[in-house]
Nanobody, 123 residues
């Protein structure tokens, strides 16, 4: 089992940056995919970025490609999301999630979720 706790959300002006962090507990952290998802009011939860168990493979949604970077530290059991050039449309609750496989882009393959952290980007 994996427990996840996010931090780093907040209010930022458009064009600014934020770094989200997720601390994980559980013996399987270093063997599974990790992802960052977000959910805006009235919208479905969507995958923003995913990283493979080793960190060797990453993927991003088209809307955040180039601006966001996902990374992980399997010694410290953390996964981070560096968000640059933020836009008002990035406003959402961001969730860290742990997958059931070594790499996945499918929401249904993520079994463990954090409580979420709010990111608000003002124009």
């Amino acid at each position: 089992q994996v427990q996840l706790v996010e931090s780093g959300g907040g209010l930022v002006q458009a064009g600014g940056s934020l770094r989200l962090s997720c601390a994980a507990s559980g013996r399987t952290f270093g063997t599974v995919a990790m992802g960052w998802f977000r959910q805006a009011p009235g919208k479905e939860r969507e995958l923003v970025a995913a990283i493979s168990w080793s960190g060797g493979h990453t993927d991003y949604s088209d809307s955040v490609k180039v601006r966001f970077t996902i990374s992980r530290d399997n010694v410290k059991n953390t996964v981070s999301l560096q968000m640059n050039s933020l836009k008002p449309e990035d406003t959402a609750v961001y969730y860290c999630a742990a997958g059931s496989r070594t790499y996945s882009l499918m929401r249904y393959e993520y079994d463990y979720w954090g409580q979420g952290t709010q990111v608000t980007v003002s124009s």
